[in-house]
Protein backbone atom coordinates (compact mmCIF):
# COMPACT_ATOMS: atom_id res chain seq x y z
CA UNK A 1 0.00 0.00 0.00
CA UNK A 2 1.26 3.73 -1.17
CA UNK A 3 -0.29 6.68 0.51
CA UNK A 4 0.64 10.01 -0.83
CA UNK A 5 0.04 13.37 0.08
CA UNK A 6 0.06 16.39 -1.95
CA UNK A 7 0.94 19.34 -0.58
CA UNK A 8 -1.15 21.68 -2.98
CA UNK A 9 -3.00 22.08 -6.02
CA UNK A 10 -4.67 25.10 -7.74
CA UNK A 11 -7.39 25.68 -5.86
CA UNK A 12 -9.55 23.12 -8.24
CA UNK A 13 -12.27 21.04 -6.78
CA UNK A 14 -11.84 17.25 -6.49
CA UNK A 15 -12.59 15.56 -9.68
CA UNK A 16 -13.10 11.86 -9.49
CA UNK A 17 -12.09 11.07 -12.79
CA UNK A 18 -9.25 13.05 -13.36
CA UNK A 19 -6.27 10.93 -14.65
CA UNK A 20 -3.52 10.34 -12.15
CA UNK A 21 -6.09 9.93 -9.30
CA UNK A 22 -5.12 7.03 -6.90
CA UNK A 23 -7.49 4.93 -5.44
CA UNK A 24 -7.96 2.51 -2.74
CA UNK A 25 -10.06 -0.35 -2.83
CA UNK A 26 -10.90 -2.77 0.39
CA UNK A 27 -12.50 -5.84 0.14
CA UNK A 28 -15.37 -7.29 2.19
CA UNK A 29 -15.72 -10.86 2.89
CA UNK A 30 -19.49 -10.67 2.73
CA UNK A 31 -22.50 -8.54 1.63
CA UNK A 32 -23.80 -8.26 5.20
CA UNK A 33 -19.25 -7.11 5.86
CA UNK A 34 -20.02 -4.26 3.21
CA UNK A 35 -23.49 -2.80 4.88
CA UNK A 36 -21.22 -3.32 8.41
CA UNK A 37 -18.81 -0.58 6.63
CA UNK A 38 -21.25 1.13 4.70
CA UNK A 39 -22.99 1.74 8.31
CA UNK A 40 -19.62 2.20 9.83
CA UNK A 41 -18.68 5.32 6.96
CA UNK A 42 -22.10 6.48 7.63
CA UNK A 43 -21.76 7.23 11.58
CA UNK A 44 -18.67 8.71 10.94
CA UNK A 45 -20.84 11.45 8.81
CA UNK A 46 -19.09 10.84 5.88
CA UNK A 47 -21.23 10.78 2.93
CA UNK A 48 -21.13 7.97 0.39
CA UNK A 49 -22.91 6.63 -2.67
CA UNK A 50 -25.29 4.00 -2.43
CA UNK A 51 -24.02 -0.08 -2.16
CA UNK A 52 -24.35 -0.97 -5.80
CA UNK A 53 -23.76 -4.02 -7.51
CA UNK A 54 -20.64 -4.43 -9.78
CA UNK A 55 -20.98 -5.24 -13.39
CA UNK A 56 -20.34 -9.40 -14.33
CA UNK A 57 -21.53 -10.43 -10.55
CA UNK A 58 -18.13 -9.34 -9.42
CA UNK A 59 -19.96 -8.40 -5.96
CA UNK A 60 -21.07 -4.71 -5.29
CA UNK A 61 -19.22 -1.58 -4.01
CA UNK A 62 -19.47 1.93 -2.63
CA UNK A 63 -17.47 4.71 -2.96
CA UNK A 64 -16.35 7.55 -0.42
CA UNK A 65 -14.05 10.31 -0.42
CA UNK A 66 -11.30 10.91 2.22
CA UNK A 67 -12.63 14.59 3.50
CA UNK A 68 -8.95 15.76 4.65
Do not use: K, M, Y
Not at 3 to 21: D, K, Q, V, W, Y
Request: with cysteine.
Amino acid sequence: LDLCEHASNEGERFNAARTGLDHVALQANSPEELHAWATWIDSCGLARSEIRDVAGGAGANFDFIDPD
